[in-house]
């Protein structure tokens, strides 16, 4: 158990729906950061956040988008979804910002959009 | 760009074995390198990371890995491979300097282990 949660573990929904992955880092942690898992892509950085603001953006989809939350949770927003936007999506957490901090995954949400 | 390159697809070794796995970056400069485990239906875990310093790094569950600058490599060994090592292992590489604590994939090596 690394410490990091996330909610749901799978959603299923059809396309042009929204929704909303909910991630809780490590206690401490202050960095947050998105990434998608697909069979095509492999696992893509989406976007970071540090203790309430945004660091970095990686192939993140404009209809995506995040946000960290003083409670240091995150929630990544999926919009119009697409079929293609199926994937298994991880959240990671770590202390601060170098890239030298380990980053603790959680165990993923798996986005089914039929 | 930076990329990072696992050119096995899918690998398969007896219980017992000696495991290899390769990994090539690509990087302005040595990058932050890591391994990860992935096993079916969970997340990832760290197995290694190297900073600087002694170029061969030694991790969790008998997992150690060598960074060879001249090659841009940094290969996962494991001297005797136990049926419970079976996953997906990921090479990865963040940024030196910065803020930005992002880390690039590669694409993952599948390990099969028969008895």
């Known amino acids: 158990d690394s410490g990091v949660t996330q909610t749901p573990k799978h959603l299923i929904t059809a396309t042009g729906q929204r929704v909303t992955l909910r991630c809780s880092p490590r206690?401490?942690?202050?960095?947050v950061y998105w990434y998608q898992q697909s069979l095509d892509q492999g696992l893509q950085f989406l976007i970071q956040?540090?203790?309430?603001?945004?660091?970095a953006k990686g192939n993140i989809l404009e209809r995506f988008s995040a946000q960290q939350f003083p409670d240091l949770h995150s929630e990544l927003n999926l919009s119009s979804l697409e079929l293609g936007d199926s994937a298994l999506y991880f959240c990671a957490s770590s202390v601060a910002l170098a890239g030298y901090n380990e980053q603790f995954f959680g165990p993923g949400t798996r986005l089914t959009v039929l | 760009a930076q990329s990072v390159t696992q050119p096995d697809i899918h690998i398969t070794v007896s219980e017992g074995a000696s495991l290899e796995l390769r990994c090539n970056y690509s990087?302005?400069?040595?990058?932050?390198l890591f391994w990860y485990v992935q096993s079916p239906g969970q997340g990832l875990q760290l197995l290694l990371k190297y900073f600087s310093g002694d170029t061969l790094v030694q991790g969790i569950k008998g997992f150690e890995a060598e960074f060879k600058r001249s090659q841009s490599s940094f290969n996962l060994r494991k001297p005797s491979v136990h049926w419970s090592d079976a996953a997906e292992y990921f090479c990865a590489v963040g940024a030196r300097g910065g803020s930005q604590g992002n880390l690039i994939f590669g694409k993952g090596t599948k390990l099969s282990v028969k008895p």
């Open positions: 206690s401490g942690d202050l960095s």
């Open positions: 990087y302005g400069a040595t990058p932050y």
């Open positions: 956040y540090y203790n309430g603001e945004e660091r």
